[in-house]
Structures are given as structure tokens and as C-alpha cells.
């Protein structure tokens, strides 16, 4: 069934690391592809997107690639800080709309 | 812009009473999504409403309904209170159906005591 799996956490880095999360999905179709954060109390907020095979998906910092060969979405950022420090959710949506999600990654960042 | 506001935001309510939650989707956005975090469980997918019409359902036993209203708000109603249900229900809203991304409330905190 459809299904997504995320590296679990914590992952623990200092600032100015670099960063990658694994994501790898099961699911049929052409899914589109969503990473969200959520900080401590809060809600999901959408972290960025891609649609179909080869986009690149970016937001502050972070970019993610849609590959379909190896039905992956990494995760990654060149230099963390302190405020990246949340819980990271890998999620793609298919015919059905719902959004299907990871079991979320917990990333903290250390001076 | 508001985004989606959800209330209240903690509910507290003991096994056996009923519960019920709103939300607010953005201005312009049909569909409204609800989705349930609890403990242990990750985020898994309740019920999805577009144009006032129940579109689907979660693996979840029907004591948890919902409605959506004709300004597009949403109200999930949980029945006969488990302990087990205690988690933060998160509503979305998206602009149509389809695989566009989600845009999430700041959830309620239901504890069942």
C-alpha cells in the first residue's frame, strides 16, 4: 500500500552543518511530493513542494528533488541554524488527496 | 491572508462524552481536510470534505463525523470519547480537490481523561 518512509531521529547537528533527511515513498501513480515542518506547539507548515519527476522544491534554504527512479525526496540544507530545530514530515498526495505521511524526523541544532 | 483557524485550541473532555471540533478554512479554499496526531502514531488522515460533501474517509470507526458548512468551515465531531482518542486534530484546507499542497490550522489538543 502507499506508504512513506523517513530516517528516524533525532538527528542531532551543530550550526552550519549540513543536513539531509531521507524520504522514500511507496505509491502509484505520479504523486506530487511535500515536505512540512512543525515547531514545538504549532501546526504543519508547508516546507516546499514538487510536482512531477525532476522538479526541485525549495524554501529557505532547503531543496528537495523529485526522483522517481528511485522514488526518493531527500531532504537537504547546506548550513542549519538553531531555528531550523523542528520535527520535519515527508507527505505526497495522490489521486485520493489525501496527503500521506512519514513518521516525521526530529532535527535539533546545537551552538 | 488568515490561515486556517481551528478552535478551541485544548479541549478537555472525560470517556464517553462527545467532542466537538472547528475549523476555518482560507478564503477561497472548497476542500477541508482533518487529520489526527497522536502519540506514538504519526499524522494519519481523517476525513476530507469538498463543496459541503463528504469526498473520504479514513481508517477510522464512525463515531468520528464531520460536516462541512456552505461557507466552507468544517466541524469534526468525535462520539462516545475513548481514552485512545486523546491527540491534536489538525484541519487543512487546500484551494480545489486534487494533489495540490495542504495548508494546516495549529491543531486542538483533545485529552480525554
Known amino acids: 500500500g502507499n506508504s512513506v518512509t523517513q530516517m528516524e531521529g533525532p538527528v542531532t547537528l551543530s550550526e552550519e552543518a549540513f543536513l539531509t533527511i531521507n524520504c522514500t515513498y511507496t505509491?502509484?501513480?505520479?504523486?506530487?511530493l511535500f515536505w512540512y515542518v512543525q515547531y514545538p506547539g504549532e501546526g504543519l507548515q508547508l516546507l516546499l513542494k514538487?510536482?512531477?519527476?525532476?522538479d526541485k522544491g525549495s524554501n529557505k534554504g532547503f531543496e528537495a528533488t523529485y526522483r522517481k527512479e528511485t522514488t526518493s525526496f531527500h531532504l537537504e540544507k547546506g548550513s542549519v541554524q538553531v531555528s531550523d530545530s523542528a520535527v520535519y514530515f515527508c507527505?505526497?498526495?495522490?489521486?485520493?488527496?489525501?496527503?500521506?505521511f512519514g513518521t516525521g524526523t526530529r532535527l535539533q541544532v546545537t551552538l | 491572508e488568515a490561515g486556517v483557524t481551528q478552535s478551541p485550541t485544548h479541549l478537555i473532555k472525560t470517556r464517553g462524552q462527545q467532542a466537538t471540533l472547528r475549523c476555518s478554512p482560507i478564503?477561497?479554499?472548497?476542500?477541508v481536510y482533518w487529520y489526527q496526531q497522536a502519540l506514538g502514531l504519526g499524522l494519519q488522515f481523517l476525513l476530507w470534505?469538498?463543496?459541503?460533501?463528504?469526498?473520504n474517509r479514513g481508517n477510522f470507526p464512525p463515531r468520528f463525523s464531520g460536516r462541512q458548512f456552505p461557507n466552507y468551515s468544517s466541524e469534526l465531531n468525535v462520539n462516545a470519547l475513548e481514552l485512545e482518542d486523546s491527540a491534536l486534530y489538525l484541519c487543512?484546507?487546500?484551494?480545489?480537490?486534487?494533489?495540490?499542497?495542504?495548508?494546516f490550522g495549529d491543531g486542538t489538543r483533545l485529552s480525554i481523561l
Open positions: 487543512a484546507s487546500s484551494p480545489w480537490e486534487g494533489p495540490g499542497p495542504q495548508h
Open positions: 505509491a502509484t501513480g505520479y504523486p506530487s
Open positions: 514538487a510536482t512531477k519527476a525532476d
Open positions: 507527505a505526497f498526495t495522490g489521486t485520493a488527496s489525501k496527503l500521506t
Open positions: 478564503s477561497g479554499h472548497t476542500s
Open positions: 470534505y469538498d463543496e459541503g460533501e463528504e469526498r
